[in-house]
């Protein structure tokens, strides 16, 4: 069997020649004009792969919502140099356009070598890269949903692989963006939650799906104010977003298959134009005039209560959990948590984030070096009887890893399982800054979650 950093120098070539891109030239710290060829092959390339095989769905969606994506870089790309040297405060613009390009590039490394496996070889493929501890179980499994022909488990597969870019991938960055010296990055993300414009035909923005209203705790009648209530740069608010409108309208537009087709086919330089903020400067200005009386009504959401955790949190896996999902984020020092495990098992750390979905607890840590990956991994080892020899052979395979070659990669361990939760241990290598992000993954079937009636 091939080694994990074979299997993905492997499939990651074939991917950029399919995509027409030479990786040793995308380099994101140039920002968006000095690689505006290789953005718009990464969204034609998206495409290609949802006119192959409609069932990758994940790629038909970022190939459409990628022209706002793309509008953005550009825009981004040309405040500083014509404004930095006038305004002070729009220094920091250079440092949001480098954040959002170097994202494009690591999700392109993680998701285009899945794609690539699988349409070469099929869930085959996809087992060897689970075997070779590229994937974790729920990834393999969305791949497996994909590949059953099964409309509502190509579905639900490709939102696993949503949820995996969206929190795996890129919520580091949206979060060193949202952080970034106060505060310059707190109005960034807020104006861009503000102005940003959903281009999937249908999809709303997130002012109009959660409008910040007044009075605050609700009523018979609020008064919704075009101002959102919430920030894109929260995972919880995001992935908010994308459950209640963003995959509802992507999924309505399916079912017109060959005007989705059509849409998607479209060279991405066609649609990007309308999303330039200079075109959409008079509807922006627009939407902050409408101030809307409505009946007060609660969404059901995701999103965080607080953003400065003090006190443990604990969560309680003693048997499959129920109820809507939660996550606990702290934008200051990491959080103590307690999850209590059957047999009476407990594990305790200090995370940053936690998602607890209806079939998995993600735990994020801190990112950390390489040297701090290995000491918290071979604990995690010892403790949850991962194999150790594993974690040094990674660690001495990541440390020759070189940018050159990928971006991003991730490595799991699985761990042995406590009853009914299995464990896995994740560890996110951003290769070009030399970070490392350990994730603690709990799962369990989702079956074992409903009513015994059912």
Do not use: C
Not at 84 to 98: A, D, H, I
């Amino acid at each position: 069997m091939r080694s994990a950093s074979e299997l993905r120098r492997f499939w990651l070539e074939r991917a950029y020649e399919s995509a027409g891109i030479d990786a040793s030239h995308w380099h994101p710290g140039l920002g968006a004009a000095r690689n505006r060829r290789t953005i718009g092959r990464v969204y034609d390339y998206y495409g290609r792969l949802y006119e192959r095989h409609t069932r990758l769905q994940w790629a038909g969606l970022a190939k459409l919502i990628g022209p706002s994506f793309y509008a953005g870089f550009l825009d981004l790309g040309f405040l500083p140099d014509a404004m930095r040297r006038v305004l002070r405060p729009f220094q920091g613009l250079r440092f949001f356009e480098v954040t959002f390009l170097t994202m494009q590039r690591k999700i392109f490394d993680d998701q285009a070598l899945m794609h690539e496996a699988y349409l070469d070889r099929g869930l085959d493929a996809i087992a060897e890269l689970r075997s070779a501890g590229i994937l974790d179980e729920a990834t393999a499994r969305a791949w497996e949903h994909i590949d059953s022909g099964d409309p509502e488990r190509i579905q639900e597969g490709n939102r696993t692989l949503l949820f995996r870019e969206q929190h795996d991938i890129i919520e580091r960055y949206y979060a060193k963006m949202r952080g970034y010296e106060p505060p310059q990055g707190l109005v960034f993300t807020y104006l861009l939650t503000l102005a940003g414009s959903p281009a999937v035909p249908g999809a709303k923005s997130y002012a109009a799906v959660f409008p910040f209203t007044l009075p605050r705790s609700g009523g018979a009648v609020v008064l919704a104010t075009p101002f959102p209530a919430g920030n894109i740069a929260v995972f919880a608010n995001r992935w908010d977003l994308i459950v209640a409108d963003t995959l509802p309208a992507f999924r309505k537009l399916l079912d017109d298959p060959s005007g989705t087709l059509a849409l998607v086919a479209r060279p991405i330089e066609e649609r990007v134009p309308r999303f330039r903020v200079i075109r959409r400067l008079g509807a922006i200005l627009r939407a902050l005039l409408r101030w809307r009386l409505r009946r007060g009504r609660v969404r059901r959401r995701l999103g965080v209560k607080a953003t400065v955790i003090t006190e443990e949190v604990a969560i309680d896996l003693t048997s499959p959990p129920r109820g809507d999902p939660r996550t606990w984020a702290s934008t200051a020092a990491p959080f103590p948590l307690k999850v209590l495990l059957p047999a009476e098992r407990t594990f305790t750390t200090q995370p940053r984030l936690v998602v607890l979905t209806n079939d998995r607890l993600l735990v994020k840590l801190p990112s950390t070096d390489l040297a701090g990956a290995r000491l918290t991994l071979d604990e995690l080892a010892r403790t949850w009887h991962a194999d150790g020899d594993e974690v040094a052979a990674w660690a001495e395979a990541a440390a020759e890893a070189s940018p050159d070659a990928y971006a991003y990669a991730t490595h799991v361990f699985p761990a042995e399982p406590i009853d009914f939760v299995r464990l896995e241990l994740q560890v996110e290598h951003h290769v070009d800054e030399d970070v490392y992000v350990v994730d603690v993954l709990f799962s369990w079937d989702q079956a074992a979650t409903l009513p015994a009636d059912r």
